[in-house]
């Protein structure tokens, strides 16, 4: 049997039943879309976060797109994020029409360098995309502070980063609006797309609420700025406010993963995660560096491995953005890393001998490089 970086078919058996009733909840209510389960939901992971309004969408990256519509972020103005990140954090800006402007990141946690913010603003600047990457938070007060200075909005990409921590407060509670993502693999995941937005914002939170029903405020009638069909399905929303009662534990799961890793793996020449200062890590995936990267994944074959990278191509390196006018060179660390990472299988239900097996498959291909 092949061993692959994810696998949620451990975590349904374990909790099928709760997951078949949330479906049949729905099915039995007489209302399927935007009904009470998104309401409960939206309700449920605003209070998680001490905060005034959730926004269900129904994916990730349209949660991005969306918060950055409703921070007042126009075509044509820049929007500074990394290149270091999944594409869909630079579709999306890509989508409201915004210009991506790239800063580098820091070689040991592979976070935003937040000290190249200043010199990336412009006066088209609007907003600044903070990337929570891996399960770990960017250093937020140097963002923070910046965008005050500079009357700028700060929209932070949760996606990777639910329940994590930035000296003591969570990710998505310390930018003008946070966007997250309930993609099955996510520390927090649906069985099928699902997003969300978060604000404290009671003007934020009703242009969100238009922008993802049509731009409607009553049914039939388009507001002011024509908007998106972005709802959060009623049954994802069910599925996931009974699972964010679980995510404390999915988060246990998956640092006492990390801890087996860093155990089983310490002296083998591989660079592991770090975290950064005041970080509370919910490792989202576990990234690894080797210079050796494509043989060492190649060799994992033979033992059954499959790993992944994320992410093996710079978004600024992409064809697709080569309109942007990147070049190779610009963003070094960024470009480095992709060279050298690679995933290894994390997930709170990763069974224990799965994990032991991979740790001495790695072992032994390490020490016969
Ligand atoms: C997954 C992810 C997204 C997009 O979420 P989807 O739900 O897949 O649209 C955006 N940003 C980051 C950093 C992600 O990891």
């Given at each position: 049997?092949?061993?692959?970086?994810?696998?949620?078919?451990?975590?349904?058996?374990?909790?099928r039943e709760?997951?078949?009733?949330?479906?049949?909840?729905?099915?039995?209510?007489?209302?399927?879309?935007?009904?009470?389960?998104?309401?409960?939901?939206?309700?449920?992971?605003?209070?998680?976060?001490?905060?005034?309004?959730?926004?269900?969408?129904?994916?990730?990256?349209?949660?991005?797109?969306?918060?950055?519509?409703?921070?007042?972020?126009?075509?044509?103005?820049?929007?500074?994020?990394?290149?270091?990140?999944?594409?869909?954090?630079?579709?999306?800006?890509?989508a409201a029409?915004?210009?991506?402007?790239?800063?580098?990141?820091?070689?040991?946690?592979?976070?935003?360098?937040?000290?190249?913010?200043?010199?990336?603003?412009?006066?088209?600047?609007?907003?600044?995309?903070?990337?929570?990457?891996?399960?770990?938070?960017?250093?937020?007060?140097?963002?923070?502070?910046?965008?005050?200075?500079?009357?700028?909005?700060?929209?932070?990409?949760?996606?990777?980063?639910?329940?994590?921590?930035?000296?003591?407060?969570?990710?998505?509670?310390?930018?003008?609006?946070?966007?997250?993502?309930?993609?099955?693999?996510?520390?927090?995941?649906?069985?099928?797309?699902?997003?969300?937005?978060?604000?404290?914002?009671?003007?934020?939170?009703?242009?969100?609420?238009?922008?993802?029903?049509?731009?409607?405020?009553?049914?039939?009638?388009?507001?002011?700025?024509?908007?998106?069909?972005?709802?959060?399905?009623?049954?994802?929303?069910?599925?996931?406010?009974?699972?964010?009662?679980?995510?404390?534990?999915?988060?246990?799961?998956?640092?006492?993963?990390?801890?087996?890793?860093?155990?089983?793996?310490?002296?083998?020449?591989?660079?592991?995660?770090?975290?950064?200062?005041?970080?509370?890590?919910?490792?989202?995936v576990y990234?690894?560096?080797?210079?050796?990267?494509?043989?060492?994944?190649?060799?994992?074959?033979?033992?059954?491995?499959?790993?992944?990278?994320?992410?093996?191509?710079?978004?600024?390196?992409?064809?697709?953005?080569?309109?942007?006018?990147?070049?190779?060179?610009?963003?070094?660390?960024?470009?480095?890393?992709?060279?050298?990472?690679?995933?290894?299988?994390?997930?709170?239900?990763?069974?224990?001998?799965?994990?032991?097996?991979?740790?001495?498959?790695?072992?032994?291909?390490?020490?016969?490089?």
């Amino acid at each position: 049997m092949t061993t692959f970086v994810w696998d949620y078919l451990p975590e349904y058996h374990a909790e099928r039943e709760d997951i078949l009733e949330a479906v049949d909840t729905v099915f039995q209510s007489g209302q399927l879309v935007l009904g009470e389960s998104v309401s409960r939901f939206e309700r449920a992971f605003a209070d998680h976060h001490g905060l005034a309004h959730c926004v269900g969408v129904d994916n990730g990256t349209n949660a991005l797109v969306l918060g950055l519509e409703a921070l007042g972020v126009r075509p044509g103005d820049e929007v500074i994020t990394v290149s270091n990140t999944a594409a869909p954090t630079v579709l999306a800006i890509h989508a409201a029409g915004a210009v991506p402007v790239f800063v580098d990141v820091r070689e040991e946690d592979f976070l935003m360098r937040t000290d190249q913010l200043a010199a990336a603003v412009t006066e088209r600047t609007t907003a600044v995309v903070p990337v929570h990457l891996y399960g770990q938070c960017v250093d937020m007060e140097p963002v923070l502070a910046l965008a005050r200075e500079r009357g700028l909005k700060v929209l932070e990409d949760c996606a990777q980063a639910h329940g994590a921590r930035h000296h003591g407060r969570l990710a998505g509670t310390m930018g003008d609006a946070a966007a997250f993502s309930f993609y099955p693999t996510k520390v927090l995941g649906a069985y099928g797309d699902g997003g969300a937005v978060l604000t404290d914002d009671d003007a934020t939170a009703a242009a969100l609420r238009r922008l993802r029903y049509y731009g409607m405020e009553e049914r039939y009638y388009v507001v002011s700025t024509p908007g998106h069909n972005s709802r959060l399905d009623e049954v994802q929303a069910e599925i996931l406010r009974r699972k964010l009662r679980r995510l404390g534990a999915y988060i246990e799961g998956r640092r006492a993963v990390a801890r087996r890793y860093a155990e089983g793996l310490a002296g083998t020449g591989l660079v592991l995660p770090t975290n950064a200062v005041g970080n509370d890590h919910v490792h989202y995936v576990y990234v690894v560096r080797h210079p050796q990267r494509d043989t060492v994944i190649e060799r994992l074959r033979a033992y059954g491995i499959e790993l992944n990278i994320s992410y093996p191509w710079p978004v600024h390196t992409m064809t697709g953005f080569a309109h942007l006018g990147y070049r190779e060179g610009d963003l070094p660390v960024t470009e480095r890393l992709a060279k050298e990472i690679f995933s290894l299988p994390m997930y709170p239900s990763l069974p224990q001998h799965v994990q032991e097996k991979v740790i001495e498959a790695l072992r032994e291909v390490l020490a016969g490089l």
